[in-house]
Each structure stands twice: as C-alpha cells, then as structure tokens.
C-alpha cells in the first residue's frame, strides 16, 4: 500500500523529538515536511517512528546456519568450511527462496534496505551461469520482500595471498580482475534495465582473496560514484598474512591501492594498529561494525569508538543473520564498547541511531531516510510493549528490539505491518525450516 500522507505523533531524528509531523510522499520521497499539525482523513497515521535502518552488511545465505553451528566449538575458519557447504548446495531458485525469507525477516525488524555482500556467483564448479541468474534472484527476493537492495557484487580471486582457489571457492570467483569487471559492467546493463530500484554496488572480498594489484584495476575501473565494500582485519590471522606478504597491514595495503576514500566501507575492522585507525578517519571511510556476528563467531571486538574520533563513520549489519535487528546490533555495539572501556555511554542514544539509519543508508549509496529530499523510509515501533513502556522516546533505541516493530514503511509503501502480516511472516520461516532440515541445504529440485 502506497501512502500520499503520513501523519506520525512522534518522530525520534536527528538528535530531536518531534511531535505531530506530516511528510508527504512524492515518488517515495519526503517531498514536504509539516510539524505541529494535526492529522487528516487519509493520511496514514503512525505512533512513535524512527527513520529506517540500513542493514550495511549482509550474507543472506548464512541464515541457513543459523542455531546450527555452536555445538562444536571452534574458530571462525571451523565455522567457515560449515559455510562454504552450504554455500556448495545453492541453486538460482533456492537462494531466491532463502533470500525472500531472510529479507522479509530484515523487514519485520525494522531494515528499510540492505547491502547484500554476494560473492557466489557461479556453478560449484565455477562454470558462469549464463545470465546472471544468482544475481537476478536476489534482486527478485528483494522486490518480493519490500526491501531496497544495494547489491554489492564481489570480486574474489584468491583462496589466500598468492593461493589459487580451493575446490569449494571455485563458484566465487571470476578468473581474473578483468573478467569480473566485465560481468560487473553487463550486471549494472542488465539491472538498469529490469530492476532499476536496485544499486549496484561493488565489493573487494578481502585482502586475502583479492591481491593489491587487482584493488587498484577495480578502484580505477569502477565509475567514481559506486559504493565500495571490504572484509578488512576480520581476524588476526589476514593481518599477519598481510604483513607476511606485502609488509603491510590490510589498511596499508588499501591505503597504497588507492582504495581507501570516503565511497569505502570497511566490514569489521576489528584488529586495527594505531596508524591504521588514522588512515581509515582520515579517508572518512565508513566502519562496518556486525556486533552479533562478530561475538558469535569469537572475532573481537574492534575500535569504534577511536575510529568515530579519528574521522570514520559507523554503521551496522547483521552479516550471517544469526541475528537480524537492528536494535540489537546498535545495542551490541554500545555494549562492546562498555566492555573495552569499562564506561557507560559511549555513543548516546542519539548517535545510535544516526548509525544505524542515515550512516546504515549512507554507506549502500543511498539518500538519508526521513527528511526532506531524502526517501520516505519509516519504521514505526511500539513504545508500549513489555519491553518499551516508559522509555523516553529518544532512548528505545536501546530499549526496544525488533520484536517491537509494527510497520516499515519503504519508498511510502507499507511492506511490514504486524497485525497483517503473521501469514507471510510464518512462510518465511517455513522456507528456511525446510533448508535447514537436513545436515546440508539441499539444492533445488532434489528430494
């Protein structure tokens, strides 16, 4: 349902609370802001509403692996070779199913748009497929779900620094720089024409899987207005390959390629040096931070606050979707940074959500939500709940989860509503219970 109107009794932005605000919806764009003014006959009324949150860093296929993993232990790399089988296992049409059901879950908890960080792009044996069809499914899912979709189409070329792929990285990879850069380009045709709501955005995998001379080929052969995405010292592990390497951090390595600007969002950035904390501010990167994955899978917990000083601007993701809210993520990283610091309140409740909505939306390439000029994207929470009631307004943000969502609203349509939506919302479960019932996904098509 697409809205001309919304009337909202309290809106939580910018550091501000403001009370009876009418915007008005002009092509999913706030054309025109009202403060102080009562409702209407048709307007769409809301209660307490946030801008929506921009989900900066997402592996939709790892929402398979969900409650699946934490039996035996283990490090990120154990977790991995867990991933890549599923990962092994994915047709077309069933990454299309998971990802209509992980992205109507991103709905439901308040993301108004997700940067999708994909990198299988092929058949497991790396043969192409012919017509992007594992791209076009994602993009398919999102339109089903109701979410904007920044699709950040990944170049992953190495197993390791100066390693060829392994057998189960061969579906990732494009040959050489030249050859993904030339699918990128047919992507970005073939997306223009059948899916022009989607942003095709671009992503280095990381300095382990991509070496520095092919950074610099994509930082110059990408136009100079594509959203840039990087794993970058996700585990101490890739820095001391870097150094092994290069005798350079992976900062270092971005740095002398010619990667590191204010397009460049870099997921994780959890063991950083001192100098590269002032490299990434300096270049006024945004920092990726993925608070529940990153406990999850024992990664760390990385500088953010230092990072915010020196000059970098935050955002959050839900990564492997073991956990998909966006509260919850805003909360983690407040939390680790309370745990380093053994300090309460290192980012107010006001910075929190700045984070998590303009610097989340920001980051995929995308206008501010909810001002106007920028898109009508809304979350509506419910500050009456069990866990909200008597919250300030200002402060459910680290109050409330995603549970306490009543409606998203994207481009002034209604996408999530939590009075209509139970149907939907338990298909989507249904999808994904049905992959996970055995020890592997299976792929499409077989019994």
């Not at 979709?149 to 030249?178: H, K, M, N, W």
């Not at 397009?263 to 990726?288: P, Q, W």
């Amino acid at each position: 349902m697409s809205v001309g109107w919304v009337w909202i009794d309290t809106l939580v932005r910018g550091g501000h609370t403001l009370r009876s605000v009418r915007l008005r919806n002009e092509a999913g764009v706030v054309a025109e802001e009202q403060v102080g003014v009562p409702a209407r006959e048709r307007d769409l009324v809301l209660g307490t509403v946030f801008p929506a949150f921009g989900n900066a860093h997402s592996h939709v296929f790892h929402r398979l692996l969900r409650g699946r993993t934490h039996a035996d232990g283990g490090t990120f790399w154990s977790w991995r070779d867990k991933m890549y089988a599923i990962a092994g296992a994915l047709s077309p049409e069933g990454l299309e199913r998971i990802a209509t059901a992980s992205f109507t879950e991103m709905v439901s908890s308040g993301w108004g748009a997700v940067g999708e960080f994909h990198y299988v792009h092929h058949h497991a044996d790396g043969e192409p497929y012919p017509d992007h069809d594992m791209e076009l499914a994602l993009a398919r899912a999102a339109s089903a779900a109701g979410i904007r979709l920044t699709l950040l189409d990944t170049c992953y070329l190495t197993g390791s620094i100066g390693e060829e792929l392994a057998p189960e990285q061969r579906r990732f990879g494009d040959v050489d720089v030249g050859r993904w850069l030339e699918r990128w380009t047919a992507l970005r045709e073939r997306l223009a024409a059948e899916h022009p709501n989607v942003v095709l955005g671009a992503a280095i995998h990381s300095v382990r899987a991509v070496p520095a001379t092919a950074i610099t080929e994509i930082v110059l052969g990408l136009p100079a207005d594509v959203p840039l995405h990087i794993h970058l010292s996700e585990q101490v592990a890739e820095n001391e390959q870097s150094l092994a390497a290069y005798g350079r951090t992976p900062t270092e390595v971005l740095a002398a390629s010619g990667a590191l600007s204010s397009r460049l969002s870099v997921v994780h950035a959890t063991h950083l040096s001192e100098d590269d904390i002032l490299l990434l501010g300096e270049a006024g990167v945004h920092a990726v931070f993925c608070p529940t994955t990153e406990a999850d899978l024992g990664d760390g917990i990385g500088p953010a606050k230092e990072l915010v000083e020196a000059g970098a601007r935050l955002a959050v993701g839900s990564d492997q979707n073991a956990v998909v809210d966006p509260l919850l993520e805003l909360r983690g990283l407040e939390a680790g940074e309370r745990l380093r610091s053994q300090t309460r309140g290192r980012f107010s409740p006001q910075e929190l959500l700045r984070i998590g909505t303009t610097a989340g939306y920001s980051s995929l390439g995308l206008q501010a939500p909810a001002v106007v000029g920028g898109l009508l994207d809304l979350v509506e929470v419910d500050a009456a709940s069990v866990r909200t009631a008597g919250a300030l307004p200002a402060q459910l943000v680290l109050a409330g989860t995603g549970s306490d969502v009543l409606r998203t609203i994207v481009a002034g349509r209604v996408v999530y509503e939590r009075t209509s939506d139970a149907a939907r919302l338990a298909h989507a479960a249904a999808e994904l219970a049905g992959f996970a019932g055995d020890p592997a996904p299976r792929p499409e098509g077989t019994s």
